[in-house]
């Protein structure tokens, strides 16, 4: 089994407009929810892939409920705690008009205190030793501490659990420090903190045993202390890029537990993160496009 920890799950939803005005009253032609919030997206992929994943969040709220529920239906066993509020929405703009197209409204969602942050390191636990790999990703509910997942990293450590981690800012930094098995980062989020890619292959790989470093178009850059391989997939008619890290790292999961080689990992990983362009779904996979792709990819 493979576990995900989605600390901040959301709805996702899709604004069809055809234009924002500011100061003046928008209209959305249509709009469209779906379960979200990385580590959400990261466990439905992996379903999809076919490989067993439990996926653990902070529920809130009748949004909370719906995402689980959402999630359920596809395979995705849930756990974890609810708290009062409720869950965040994240807004998608969908348009024609490239000037508004991908503009992006992110809510705060709910709060959670220390005892809850407790319960739910407690929870984790309970769940870890099931687990053959853990995928920690995405941002924390206010209240969080600042160190957030490092409990996390570390109670997986000490089980010799491989750990990954999805996040960035001041929360990489200090996740850093505990010793994570994997990274995945983009480009603007290493930017952030160290600077062009030899730069970031170099600092982190001082803290984690394997780094997916992603460039957009250019491709999935994997990285050890002892090689370094490179898988690059195109897909001609993008709908929407939208959670295509999320697909990536949902890829690099599902192969690193069928125990493929490094070159196969960071094949399966891009070809993952191409077929999230290819539905209108946000942030979801098809096995079958993976497949597809995996065998035009360029490596």
Known sequence: MILCVCPNP???????????????????RKQEPYPGGKGVHIALNIAELGEEVKLLGIWAGNKGAWIKSECEKRNVSCEGIEVEGENRTCITVMSENEQIRNTEFLENGAQ????????????????????????????????????????????????????????SGELLKKSLT???FGLHVNRAEAAALCGDQENAKNYFLQFIKQLAFTAGKEGLYLYTQQEEVYAVCHVENVISMVGCGDALLAGIGVASVRNYPLKEIAKYGAACGA?????????????????????????
């Open 10 to 28: 959301s709805v996702d939803t899709y604004w069809w407009m055809n234009d924002i005005k500011t100061g003046d009253v928008n209209r959305i």
């Open 112 to 167: 959670i205190n220390e005892q809850q942050y407790a319960d739910f390191l407690s929870c984790y636990k309970k769940h870890l030793d099931k687990g053959k790999l853990v995928l920690l990703s995405g941002s924390w509910l206010q209240g969080a501490p600042a160190d957030a997942y490092g409990p996390f990293i570390d109670a997986a450590n000490e089980k010799n659990i491989p750990v990954w981690i999805d996040c």
């Open 178 to 180: 505990h010793k994570p």
């Open 275 to 299: 077929a999230n362009c290819m539905r209108h779904e946000l942030g979801m996979i098809y096995k079958e496009d993976a497949d597809m792709l995996l065998k035009t990819i360029c490596s």
